[in-house]
């Protein structure tokens, strides 16, 4: 591999509460550390169907997740296939809706919730977590800490060379608390702090970091349509790749095949994508 790359998502974070809320993140820009873009996700704007244009580069209309009510094994090319076809170490940290986009479906939470698997030709390495009861009164999410710790100890494991953690949290308080109260406020700065000692571990251990959403949220904690605060979020990388100008708005398909080129891995023709790292 040219780069190994951690892929971080936290989902359902609208543009406007980056620069405000993640003092760690945006000081890492300041310092020189990070570059920050503007992202804009697929439509629908809703979860799964981002989830699944992140990895194979192709919009809804084309792969076929209309929401989160249909979730299933996906055909088209993706960034863990490819990172295995050319002989890369893959590993996911996240909801379940990944591993049945990506290895299997219909999910067993049995077989599934946890897995090591050096011969798989999509994800080698998998801890998954459903959300099973999840609603208004309880948000069933795990602690954003141990997420983070899971991804880390794979990569000390098992020599990552494309890791993907995907955390539901902040999704989960916006659709309770909407983006705009003392609730959420909190919840972005905690997020912020949790994540922040990862950063400089997982660069001294060699790799290039992205730190991004899938989508946004507006007013009334809704996602999945066309506006500003539903589709709109932030990318920042961290790594040595040279990209466009910071005020280039990114479009959410460009992500599969970027990851692909920074890693030196062959970009398959599904994803049309420009790369905007390299």
């Not at 609730?183 to 991004?212: H, N, S």
Request: net charge negative; with cysteine.
């Amino acid at each position: 591999m040219k780069r190994k790359v951690l892929l971080i998502i936290l989902d359902g974070v609208p543009w406007r509460n980056w620069g405000r809320l993640f003092g760690n993140l945006e000081g890492h820009v300041d310092a020189g550390n990070a570059r920050k873009w503007k992202m804009r996700s697929v439509l629908p704007s809703i979860s799964a169907s981002c989830y699944a244009s992140i990895h194979t580069g192709v919009v809804p209309a084309e792969h076929g997740c209309t929401g989160n009510g249909n979730v299933f094994r996906l055909t088209h090319p993706d960034v863990f296939s490819e990172v295995r076809r050319a002989c890369g170490v893959t590993g996911a940290v996240a909801h379940s809706f990944w591993s049945e986009f990506f290895n299997r479906h219909p999910f067993d939470n049995v077989r599934d919730v946890e897995y090591d698997e050096p011969e798989s030709e999509t994800i080698n390495h998998g801890r998954f977590h459903t959300m099973t009861g999840y609603g208004h009164a309880n948000q069933m999410t795990p602690c954003d800490l141990d997420l983070f710790g899971s991804l880390t100890n794979l990569c000390l494991r098992f020599g990552l060379d494309y890791g993907m953690l995907h955390t539901c949290t902040l999704d989960s308080m916006g659709h309770r608390y909407f983006h705009e109260s003392e609730e959420m406020d909190a919840a972005c700065f905690i997020m912020d702090e949790m994540l922040a000692p990862f950063i400089p571990k997982w660069r001294a251990a060699g790799y290039d970091v992205i730190v991004t959403a899938d989508h946004g949220q507006d007013e009334r904690g809704h996602h999945g349509g066309r506006s500003e605060l539903q589709q709109e979020f932030a990318l920042y990388y961290f790594g040595d790749a040279k990209g466009p100008d910071s005020e280039t708005v990114l479009e959410q398909v460009q992500l599969a095949p970027t990851i692909l080129s920074l890693m030196g891995t062959e970009v398959p023709e599904t994803m049309k994508g420009e790369v905007f790292l390299g």
